[in-house]
C-alpha cells in the first residue's frame, strides 16, 4: 500500500492486498478494521484502502470505540455507500481512553 503513503509491514512475507485476493480465491470477505494506533487510523484512511484494495470481498469493520475515537461521526456512517460495511462490532467502553482519564486523575492529585 505504499502509494497510500503507509507503511504496511507483511505478515510471513505476504503484502496485505494479497490476502484479500487469497480471501477471495476461497469464497470469503475480508474486513478491515481501523484504530488509532494502528497505520490506518481513521475512517478516511480506511477508505482510502479500501479504493486501493479494490476488491468487492474488502469491506470494513465498524468497531464503534475506535469509530468515534477516531473523531468520525453518526453523519459520517450515515455518508457511507452501502456495502462498504462487513462488520458492526459493538461495546460499552466509555468515549474517553481510559489512559486520558487516568492522566486527569493524576493532574488532579498532583495539585
Same mark, same amino acid.
Not at 468515549?95 to 492529585?109: E, F, K, N
Given at each position: 500500500?505504499?502509494?497510500?503513503? /503507509?507503511?504496511? &509491514?507483511?505478515?510471513f512475507g505476504v503484502p496485505p492486498v494479497e490476502y484479500v485476493s487469497m480471501a477471495a480465491e476461497r469464497g470469503i470477505g475480508l474486513v478491515l478494521e ?5 497505520? /490506518?487510523?481513521?475512517? =478516511?484512511?480506511? !477508505? ?7 476488491? &468487492?470481498?474488502? =469491506? ?21 455507500? &452501502? ?5 458492526? =462490532? !459493538?461495546?460499552?467502553?466509555? !468515549? ?8 486527569? !486523575? ?6
Open positions: 500500500m505504499g502509494s497510500l503513503g /503507509i507503511e504496511m &509491514p507483511s505478515a481501523f484504530a488509532s494506533p494502528h497505520p /490506518i487510523n481513521n475512517l =478516511q484512511a480506511a !477508505l482510502a484502502a479500501l479504493r486501493h484494495i479494490a476488491r &468487492p470481498n474488502a =469491506q470494513l469493520v465498524i468497531d464503534a470505540m475506535h469509530f468515534f475515537r477516531s473523531g468520525a461521526t453518526v453523519a459520517d456512517l450515515a455518508a457511507l455507500a &452501502p456495502g462498504v460495511v462487513g462488520h458492526v =462490532q !459493538l461495546c460499552d467502553v466509555p !468515549l474517553a481512553r481510559a489512559v486520558d482519564a487516568t492522566r486527569g !486523575l493524576l493532574r488532579r492529585s498532583e495539585v
